[in-house]
T-cell receptor, first 114, second 111 residues
Framework: ETGVTQSPTHLIKTRGQQVTLRCSSQ?????VSWYQQALGQGPQFIFQ???????GRGNFPPRFSGLQFPNYSSELNVNALELDDSALYLC?????????????FGPGTRLTVL | GENVEQHPSTLSVQEGDSAVIKCTYS??????FPWYKQELGKGPQLIID?????GEKKDQRIAVTLNKTAKHFSLHITETQPEDSAVYFC??????????FGTGTRLQVFP
């Protein structure tokens, strides 16, 4: 186990709703990255947070937003949910950003949008 | 931007045989190449990684090779066991930040 935890495990929402997913990073890690993994695909980078600031963003619309807290835990918020947002959402923590530190993944949150 | 291609998409081997998965990347600035194993219902687990200043790295039954000139890297698993059955992902990045993943290889090891 990596020490990265995510909640909730599963979530069902309807189109148009908003959702918040949570991630606790591994002890000592100050960087959290979020990924979306559609069924049968590789994870796709959403964004990264380093010391409470966004530090890079992938090709996702502004309705995907995030936060990082002083204890380095993080939230992913998705507004105006669409059916295509159904996926496994993964967070990964690393010791620091921009260096040579490996990303360790949590178990993910399975989001289903109906 | 970076693009990572991974082959094959599925691979079936007999227990004890070797398995090889290959990836190519497009951005010559990429300098970090991890491999992750993902079991059903779990998050990706790092199994081995290599940086661009190294051509080969080995950890027990697992090895990774990197050819920077050709921009491809490979995962080699020897003496495969049924518990090696999973989906394997390669990825590439610059300085370990934004990981760009391949599409995955489903490895099945038959007893």
């Amino acid at each position: 186990e990596t020490g990265v935890t995510q909640s909730p495990t599963h979530l069902i929402k309807t189109r148009g709703q908003q959702v918040t997913l949570r991630c606790s990073s591994q002890s000592g890690h100050n960087t959290v990255s979020w990924y979306q993994q559609a069924l049968g695909q590789g994870p796709q980078f959403i964004f990264q947070y380093y010391r409470e600031e966004e530090n890079g963003r992938g090709n996702f619309p502004p309705r995907f937003s995030g936060l990082q807290f002083p204890n380095y835990s993080s939230e992913l918020n998705v507004n105006a949910l669409e059916l295509d947002d159904s996926a496994l959402y993964l967070c990964a923590s690393s010791l620091s950003a921009g260096g040579s530190d490996t990303q360790y993944f949590g178990p993910g949150t399975r989001l289903t949008v109906l | 931007g970076e693009n990572v291609e991974q082959h094959p998409s599925t691979l079936s081997v007999q227990e004890g045989d070797s398995a090889v998965i290959k990836c190519t990347y497009s951005d010559s600035a990429s300098n970090y190449f991890p491999w992750y194993k993902q079991e059903l219902g779990k998050g990706p687990q790092l199994i081995i990684d290599i940086r661009s200043n190294v051509g080969e790295k080995k950890d027990q039954r697992i090895a990774v090779t990197l050819n920077k000139t050709a921009k491809h890297f490979s995962l080699h698993i020897t003496e495969t066991q049924p518990e090696d059955s999973a989906v394997y992902f390669c990825a590439a990045s610059i300085n370990t930040d934004k990981l760009i993943f391949g599409t995955g290889t489903r490895l099945q090891v038959f007893p």
